[in-house]
Nanobody
């Protein structure tokens, strides 16, 4: 079994910063691509950022130049540095990872989500 545990959410004023972390643990042979999604009230879950095992990144247009995704492969951990936060960034943020648990078995796992609220 694989678990993803997120941390770092909270309440921040507009223009502020937060750093989210997501650590994968359990029966892991290899962690492949990792992702951050978010879901605001009444909206569909959307992809915010992704990073491959080699470090290649992609971002949603709405967060480009404000958010930075990174990872520590030794710790099976992905981070999301969020700067210049806006009220529209308010959402539950979810981590997702594509994990190879043994040869021939690769699947995606989700974290439990962490609330980010941007408000004055």
């Amino acid at each position: 079994q694989v678990q993803l545990v997120e941390s770092g959410g909270g309440l921040v004023q507009p223009g502020g910063s937060l750093r989210l972390s997501c650590a994968a643990s359990g029966s892991i042979l290899r962690v492949n691509s990792m992702f951050w999604y978010r879901q605001a009230p009444g909206k569909q879950r959307e992809l915010v950022a992704s990073i491959t095992s080699g470090g290649s990144t992609n971002y949603a247009d709405s967060v480009k130049d404000r958010f930075t995704i990174s990872r520590d492969n030794a710790k099976n951990t992905v981070y999301l540095q969020m700067n210049s936060l806006k009220p529209e960034d308010t959402a539950v943020y979810y981590c997702n990872a594509i994990v190879t648990v043994r040869v021939g078995l690769t699947r995606g796992y989700w974290g439990q989500g962490t609330q980010v609220t941007v408000s004055s």
